[in-house]
Each structure stands twice: as structure tokens, then as C-alpha cells.
């Protein structure tokens, strides 16, 4: 994967590409992930019309579907700033794929190849182009364990970024597990084709964050933590899910577990 060169000067603006994921299942995902941009002095615009970014259709075979869903979004982005997007595996989508789709067009490709410059997993961003530090806050330790999506990991190359905002968080501690590198068993219509290996896959990451003792799953995408607090609520599993954005965002201004504020 070639080196990502980053912007010299902060942004002042950026798109935030909600993802329907977050949209359906985790708003309060997508609100954190504003509130940590508009935390570093960013403004934020949201572009009516967002849908999907068309992994679903592009991952079950259907190029042409996922062309048309790609083609109605690339439009929403005219201004040259980055585009955050709060989930490692439709940034994937967009910075990799999308280019791959408008393949022979040469307008519509050339668009497509611009625009992925300009896509960024939320913790990429405020990582390596904001620098954020979260100072100490009046609130308990907790132990996490990290989840990185598949796409997030092989695709945008995102596990070092959320290791060092995690490792970054004072009061913070995050627990390594056997299994940190496996697929939760999600992977889209994998687990609807597939629910007897999906459901073995979770159980295992279950199983294995559990087994270090903390409490709560950290990553960048939804779908993902969806699929592992199913599974850690119907096995009663002793282990809550958090997206990156609402735990740092909760972490940063000294909000508890509850989501009420230390005293």
C-alpha cells in the first residue's frame, strides 16, 4: 500500500459521509463523529442525498448496481475537502473501488480517482491530519479491547491508528486478544449466505475478547459491532459495544460508561 501523503495545513472543512449503517442502526455514531470534528475548530457539512456507498451490491457480484449507487453519490462531494467517513470498510469502498468501477469511463473515472485522494477513515483523520490529544478527565479506568473490520485493516491500513488513539487516552487500557485479527463473521451478505460459519466466527471474537477480562469491544464499524453485541447479548456474554467515535468522544469530555458526566 503506498504511503499516504496528508494535507501540510489543518482542513477547516470536511464532508462527513454518514454510511447507511450508521444512518439505520448507530446514529449517534455519526453525531459523535461531528462533535469530535467540530471539537478541533472543523466544520462540518453533511450533503443531503447520501445512500450507501454500494459495497453490498459491488461485494455479491453486481458491479452494475453498485456503479449506479457510486455514481449517484460522487456528485454530493463537489468542494475540494476531505471526506471522513466513520467506517474503515466504506472508506475502503470509496477510496479503492470506486475508481475500479468507472474503469473505460474516462470522465467518470477521473472523478472517481480525485475524490478517493480525498477519502479518510474517521480515525486516519484526526490521527495523522488533525493530531488530536485528549487530556485527562475525571472518569473511572476502563480495559477495551480493539476491533478492526476487515476492510478497515487489509484495505485502509487503519489498526495503527485506532491502537494509538485508544493507547492515547488517558485512563485508557487496551487488552490484546488471540483473535483480534480474524473477521467478526459479518462480512456483509456473507453472514446471510453463510450464518452457520458467521455464527462460529463471532462466537470465537466473543469468546476471545472476554477471555482478557474487559468489558467492552472499541471499533470503527458499525456493522461489526453489531454483529459481536448480538452475539455477546444472546450467549449473555459480559461484554457491551462502543463505536471509536462515541467512545472517544465519551472518553474526551469526561462523560461515564452511562452517559452521564463525572462529578
Not at 16 to 38: H, K, N, S, Y
Request: proline share 7%; glycine share 10%.
Amino acid at each position: 500500500m503506498p504511503v499516504r501523503q496528508y494535507p501540510p495545513t489543518r482542513p477547516t472543512d470536511v464532508y462527513l459521509f454518514g454510511t447507511c449503517v450508521i444512518d439505520l442502526f448507530m446514529p449517534q455514531a455519526g453525531l459523535d463523529a461531528v462533535r469530535l470534528l467540530e471539537r478541533e475548530g472543523v466544520t462540518v457539512h453533511y450533503p443531503r442525498g447520501q445512500s450507501c456507498c454500494g459495497q453490498p451490491a459491488y461485494s455479491s457480484g453486481n458491479p452494475d448496481q453498485s456503479r449506479d449507487v457510486a455514481r449517484s453519490q460522487m456528485a454530493l462531494f463537489p468542494e475540494d475537502w476531505p471526506v471522513i467517513v466513520p467506517s474503515g470498510s466504506c472508506a475502503g469502498m470509496m477510496r479503492h473501488h470506486w475508481p475500479e468501477l468507472f474503469r473505460g469511463d474516462a470522465a467518470l473515472e477521473q472523478q472517481a480517482r480525485q475524490l478517493a485522494q480525498r477519502i479518510y477513515e474517521l480515525s486516519e483523520f484526526l490521527l495523522n491530519v488533525l493530531q488530536v490529544q485528549y487530556p485527562a478527565q475525571p472518569q473511572a479506568d476502563e480495559d477495551v479491547v480493539l476491533h478492526t473490520s476487515c476492510g478497515a485493516r487489509r484495505e485502509m491500513g487503519t489498526r495503527g491508528h485506532g491502537v494509538a488513539l485508544i493507547d492515547g487516552l488517558p485512563g485508557v487500557r487496551r487488552l490484546e486478544h488471540v483473535r483480534e485479527s480474524e473477521c467478526c463473521g459479518f462480512g456483509g451478505t456473507f453472514c446471510l449466505k453463510h450464518p452457520d460459519i458467521s455464527g462460529a466466527m463471532v462466537a470465537d471474537k466473543v469468546a476471545s475478547a472476554c477471555a482478557t477480562g474487559a468489558g467492552r469491544v472499541v471499533s470503527a464499524d458499525c456493522a461489526c459491532l453489531l454483529n459481536i453485541g448480538h452475539a455477546a447479548q444472546q450467549s449473555a456474554a459480559p461484554l457491551t459495544v462502543e463505536h471509536m467515535a462515541s467512545f472517544l468522544w465519551r472518553r474526551a469530555n469526561g462523560v461515564a460508561a452511562d452517559g452521564k458526566e463525572q462529578p
